[in-house]
């Protein structure tokens, strides 16, 4: 019952005017109100005005008022035509506008409802339009606010990673000096970048690094502390910069000025390296963008980078003061060369006052850097830490054990004559080779040691003729060895 409610509904649905399209709906009423009642007028007057007498004015008012309404009909045409019209050309339009081009806009010069229609189509279109280009804006802001985020990110796990390298020491001086150098050009697109220091020796600041793309020309420019920039640097710590907004040819000098020629830079920053207010040097990052500018954030970027190579610049000086300063070996707990030398020329000055000997021993551990790579660093220290003590037991009163290099070791013997000397160095050499024997290393035992002894004043009056004298016997004994 339901489905043939259904279906008589859809079937009258069908018979209605509600699925035809505008136009046809204004036509059908053109007709219902115009043609068919002329065609009805006209039926009449052909079957009953025509076939029967009438008075000539009955039948001129006859057809004035069939006229009339045709007249009537043909303006209800045009009128209707003037308002279905417009309507369609609306929808045309619209379909337009849906279909995503929003610049497309309805013409009408129509002050009705119609006209209404078409402005406030046109105000949804602009509207729609607007909107789309705030959200296009947005999305664009959104998309900078991103890459910012992600520069910003990398420049932090950057200096993150390079404090770490300086509080670990894991790098030496000159890699961390190259990752900072390598973090600066990745960052800041940075064309090329370069390190000058302070050199005593040519007082100037000299070359101490550059990034990998840098071309050899540039390690032959130095820079005199009478440059314009340099002494400002003296006064200020502000960077020198040189880019679009604050070009002037009269602020590069003649050394910038090979620079550029030689790297082919656009922009420029110079950046002190300063060390308790001290100039030590400065970093130089150049770039070829046209029209480009330094922003706040760059520099401020860049002045960290550099603060970090101070700090780096300092911890180094401040090792090389430290290792100056330490008397023995790490390792060992013997004296290090440095002071081996220095003890060893003192007692030499005393040995030539009181016309004493003064005897040197020196031992080698053949082959001893290839074991190393052989054994775990416990075992090695466990090596140098025997042999230290077997050279420690063989001392006099005011003799002195050190570690000269990785493989050679010393001892200075006061008081002690050549012959004498000899004989201890044999002792020791036995002793030794003993340690090396007993051990449960295989390696360790295939290890052996070499002398050599001299004697001032027969076999040099310097502590530095000694030593070249016992190093060079070291040598051929060495090479006796492996030839034999």
């Known amino acids: 019952m339901a489905i043939n409610l259904f279906n008589f509904k859809k079937f009258f649905h069908r018979l209605s005017l509600a699925p035809t399209k505008l136009r046809y709906k204004v036509m059908i009423i053109f007709a219902l109100t115009g043609i068919i009642p002329l065609l009805i007028a006209g039926y009449a007057i052909t079957q009953y005005v025509m076939t029967t007498t009438r008075e000539s004015f009955e039948i001129v008012m006859i057809t004035y008022t069939l ?151 540039i390690y032959d420019i130095n820079f005199s502390t ?56 400065f970093i130089i990052t150049v770039n070829s963008e046209a029209n480009y500018a330094y922003t706040k954030d760059d520099l401020e970027l860049l002045k960290i980078f550099v603060k970090q190579a101070s700090i780096v610049i300092e911890n180094d000086r401040l090792s090389q003061r430290a290792g100056q300063l330490e008397i023995k070996d790490s390792l060992t707990g013997l004296y290090n060369k440095r002071f081996v030398l220095w003890s060893l020329e003192e007692e030499i000055k005393r040995a030539m ?15 001893f850097s290839e074991t190393m790579e052989n054994l775990e660093k416990y075992a090695v220290d466990a090596i140098l830490a025997n042999i230290a003590q077997i050279l420690q037991n063989n001392l006099n009163e005011f003799g002195k054990a050190g570690r000269i290099s990785t493989d050679t070791f010393a001892i200075i013997l006061p008081d002690i004559s050549k012959k004498k000397a000899v004989m201890t160095a044999k002792s020791i050499k036995s002793e030794i080779g003993q340690f090396f024997e007993k051990s449960k290393n295989g390696i360790v ?33 060495a090479k006796n060895i492996h030839m034999a």
Do not use: W
């Not at 220091?197 to 050899?216: G, H, I, M, N």
């Open 67 to 217: 006229l009339l309404g045709l007249v009537i009909s043909i303006l209800g045409l045009i009128l209707a035509k003037r308002i279905y019209e417009p309507i369609i050309d609306i929808a045309l339009e619209a379909r337009i506008v849906a279909g995503g081009d929003y610049n497309h806009k309805i013409n009408t010069t129509s002050e009705d409802e119609v006209g209404e229609i078409a402005f406030h189509i046109n105000t949804l279109s602009r509207k729609i339009k607007e909107n789309i280009k705030t959200l296009s804006e947005y999305s664009q802001k959104t998309k900078e606010i991103n890459l910012d985020i992600h520069h910003k990110m990398l420049a932090f796990s950057s200096l993150l990673q390079i404090g770490d390298f300086i509080t670990e020491g894991r790098l030496k001086f000159d890699q961390i000096i190259d990752v900072i150098l390598n973090r600066i050009s990745e960052i800041t697109e940075t064309k090329s970048c370069f390190v000058f220091l302070y050199d005593e020796t040519v007082r100037s600041f000299v070359l101490y690094k550059a990034s990998q793309d840098a071309v050899r020309e």
């Open 226 to 281: 009478k440059e314009d920039f340099v002494q400002n640097f003296e006064k200020s710590s502000e960077p020198f910069v040189f880019d679009n907004s604050t070009m002037s040819s009269g602020r590069l000098t003649a050394v910038l000025y090979r620079i550029k020629d030689i790297v082919k830079f656009e922009n420029m920053v110079i950046l002190p390296i300063k060390i308790h207010e001290r100039l030590e040097g």
């Open 353 to 367: 006052f009181y016309r004493k000997p003064c005897a040197l021993l020196m031992f080698r551990i053949l082959n």
């Open 445 to 477: 035992k295939k290890l052996s040691v070499t002398d050599a002894v001299s004697e001032n004043p027969i076999d040099g009056a310097t502590a530095k003729s000694l030593f070249e004298k016992a190093e060079l016997e070291l040598d051929v004994n």
